[in-house]
T-cell receptor, first 111, second 110 residues
Framework: NAGVTQTPKFQVLKTGQSMTLQCAQD?????MYWYRQDPGMGLRLIYY???????DKGEVPNGYNVSRLNKREFSLRLESAAPSQTSVYFC??????????FGPGTRLTVL | EDQVTQSPEALRLQEGESSSLNCSYT??????LFWYRQDPGKGPEFLFT???AGEEKEKERLKATLTKKESFLHITAPKPEDSATYLC???????????FGTGTRLTVIP
């Protein structure tokens, strides 16, 4: 089992460019999450999907959109990147309310 | 407002020197408290879940405990490979998402 996989691992964007971060899990989990991690801020929830077909906003959703493509895949889209979105992005998955398992992260720099 | 505070921010220990990390929380309706380990450049790795006051869980040199206001991660006779950032998170109310603290960066010196 690969667990939670994320692509790409690194990305550099210019202000205003768009991109999609991909996440997939092979643990048959129903819930998936997107977090960002910034120095001194801890992990903050951007969006989550409690089950296939549903998505909800988290603590910091502005500037992002998500798609739960199927049970395995959950993507995060930046429509018009801003320097404030420079961060490390983590995808996670869980079986309902149980512990979450995290991917290796995507390091994004917006110039 | 839900709040999770971890202390200290950073901790340096000699190999074999036992210590504890603290996670204090203020939430409405705690459903679970989670401990994770994060190595530089990697995603958080799940360690423990605690659900009720008085509960304890152990794994190798780590032991997690929970009270109504805080959790402790006790590290007994640490080794250099225990060096990492340890994150605490709470799950509260009806949500299944986690609210994280900012972590304790542990360095174990040989």
């Amino acid at each position: 089992n690969a667990g939670v996989t994320q692509t790409p691992k690194f990305q550099v964007l210019k202000t205003g460019q768009s991109m999609t971060l991909q996440c997939a899990q092979d643990m048959n989990h129903n819930s998936m999450y997107w977090y960002r991690q910034d120095p001194g801020m801890g992990l903050r929830l951007i969006y989550y999907s409690a089950s296939e077909g549903t998505t909800d906003k988290g603590e910091v959703p502005n500037g992002y959109n998500v798609s739960r493509l199927n049970k395995r895949e959950f993507s995060l889209r930046l429509e018009s990147a801003a320097p404030s979105q420079t961060s490390v992005y983590f995808c996670a998955s869980s079986f309902y309310y149980n512990e979450q398992f995290f991917g290796p992260g995507t390091r994004l720099t917006v110039l | 407002e839900d709040q999770v505070t971890q202390s200290p921010e950073a901790l340096r220990l000699q190999e074999g020197e036992s210590s504890s990390l603290n996670c204090s929380y203020t939430v409405s309706g705690l459903r679970g408290l989670f401990w994770y380990r994060q190595d530089p450049g990697k995603g958080p790795e799940f360690l423990f879940t605690l659900y009720s006051a008085g509960e304890e869980k152990e794994k190798e040199r780590l032991k997690a405990t929970l009270t109504k206001k805080e959790s402790f991660l006790h590290i007994t006779a640490p080794k250099p490979e225990d060096s990492a950032t340890y994150l605490c998170a709470v799950q509260a109310g009806g949500a299944n998402n986690l609210f994280f603290g900012t972590g304790t960066r542990l360095t174990v010196i040989p």
